[in-house]
């Protein structure tokens, strides 16, 4: 199987192929994810909680980006490797360029960013110097202290309309992928289909064009996980197994249900 790149993820969302992504941190587990037939892998900030066991995505450095990037890239070789600029890694478009340029040599194929229009001059710069786009919308961990919790977002029509007109601000800057996490089921198709670029929910719904999942919450090891969670190690023989059973739950749409929606 072919490396994975932004155009045939592009080409998948216009065959109308859903695809799947998971997290992931480390070597061991890129190589089952990659012989899942999985896509795409975050590196996600993610790890903050999961592998360092803080509360959340803050404290996380770029070099633990670098890292883990680092890590991820000697496991595999045909997913698509897209990392997370941490926290506090990308407040001016000078900074953003060094610090993405850090995971990009660590192995990152994409960098990804949370936060609406006023990254554009960021992206723009960014795709002139090489490095691909995803952006995040929705709940915004990193912002968690704006926000007031991790909390559903774009329930009320002006949110939703603000959602939507930054979805459309990054896709024109120059984003390849777009996260949407934690928002409504309609509103996240609505953008889905504003969108020409692949559209990738969690806590979203099912009519984006991908899902993405924390690794560790979908193989049943985070005690608490959110809703939106399904546990793919139940009824599993093995990890290799769950990973395989969540990538065709994502494809053939039986992931995400009703009950791991919000409306
Ligand atoms: O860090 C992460 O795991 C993420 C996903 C939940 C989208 O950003
Ligand atoms: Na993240």
């Not at 932004?6 to 012989?35: P, W």
């Not at 993610?46 to 670098?66: E, K, R």
């Amino acid at each position: 199987m072919s490396k994975v790149n932004i155009l045939s993820l592009l080409a998948k969302k216009q065959s109308q192929q859903k695809f799947a992504v998971v997290t992931c941190y480390d070597a061991s587990f890129a190589k089952l994810v990659e012989n899942a037939g999985i896509d795409a892998i975050l590196v996600g900030d993610s790890l903050g909680m999961v592998l360092q066991g803080h509360d959340s995505t803050l404290p996380v450095t770029i070099a633990d980006m670098a890292y883990h990037t680092a890590c991820v890239s000697r496991g595999c070789n045909r997913p698509l490797i897209i990392s997370d600029m941490p926290f506090g890694s990308y407040n001016t478009t000078t900074q953003c360029l060094d610090n993405a340029t850090t995971l990009m040599r660590a192995g990152a194929q994409m960098v990804k960013l949370e936060g609406g229009d006023w990254l554009c001059e960021s992206i723009r710069q960014l795709n002139h110097a090489g490095i691909p786009v995803c952006g995040h919308l929705g709940l915004t961990p990193q912002s968690v202290n704006v926000l007031g919790g991790y909390r559903i977002q774009g329930r009320d029509d002006n949110q939703a309309q603000a959602i939507l007109k930054d979805a459309l601000a990054l896709e024109a800057a120059g984003a390849a992928l777009l996260v949407l996490e934690c928002v409504p089921r309609k509103l996240a198709a609505e953008i889905s289909h504003a969108l020409k670029i692949p559209v990738i929910g969690i806590g979203a719904g099912n009519e984006t064009d991908a899902q993405v999942l924390v690794l560790h919450d979908l193989l049943g090891v985070t005690e608490k996980t959110a809703r939106f969670v399904r546990n793919f190690a139940e009824g599993s023989s093995s990890i290799a197994d769950a990973l395989g059973r969540y990538n065709d739950a994502v494809a053939d749409a039986s992931f995400p249900a009703d009950e791991h929606s919000f409306d």
